[in-house]
């Protein structure tokens, strides 16, 4: 079975979908993700960040991505370290990018989500220049580089909306068992 073959076309008409997603998430985010909230999600957005990235790269290095696109640009020995190691990574992302949002102007959580776009950038840019993965896997032969990276912004974009919001999620849960637990008696 030979997969589909990605064009330049149908990767900027993916980044498209993606916007329009990513715009979504961030109004969503805009108005239930206040200033005040965003301040508490500081360890549960980095803890959400690792989770999620040591998953993706689990299932990259391990499921059908493996096969499709990733056994060309990795050697073998990277499918035990990759997941582990770009968790542990994403996590330290995530838990500055909530530094600096915090800092910056504007809407903490939107700011979080957008720096989680950017993020982007590095990472592909070193598998498209430095690894090759444009040319040497074959679903992406023709794809041009420009289109890939400005879907990864708008990929990433989605991935950190997604992960704000399921920390926003634990957080409240969190805090509603916090008000709800009797009190303990002194010892």
């Known amino acids: ?27 969503l985010i805009r108005r239930v993700v206040t200033p005040e909230r965003f301040g508490r ?11 999620f990235f040591g998953g993706v790269w689990t299932f990259a290095m ?3 991505w493996w096969e ?9 020995w990277a499918r035990t370290v990759v997941p582990p190691a770009y968790g542990l990574m994403f996590g330290a992302v995530g838990l500055a990018a909530w530094w600096l949002a ?8 939107v700011v979080f989500c957008l720096l989680g776009g950017v993020v982007s950038l590095p990472g592909h840019m070193w598998a498209f220049y430095g690894r090759g993965m444009l040319t040497k896997v074959p679903i992406l032969r023709g794809v041009s580089d420009v289109s890939a990276l400005v879907f990864g912004v708008f ?33």
């Open 1 to 27: 079975m030979t997969a589909a073959q990605m064009t330049t076309e149908l990767m900027w008409k993916a980044a498209l979908v993606a916007a329009v997603v990513d715009a979504a998430l961030l109004l």
């Open 41 to 51: 999600l500081k360890w549960p957005a980095a803890g959400v960040t690792a989770l």
């Open 62 to 64: 391990w499921g059908y």
């Open 68 to 76: 499709l696109a990733y056994h060309y640009v990795f050697p073998d």
């Open 102 to 109: 915090r800092r910056a102007r504007g809407v903490p959580g």
């Open 155 to 187: 990929e990433f974009t989605a991935y950190f909306s997604g992960i704000l919001l399921a920390a926003f999620v634990f957080q409240g849960a969190v805090e509603r068992r916090r008000t709800r637990a009797p009190a303990k008696p002194g010892i």
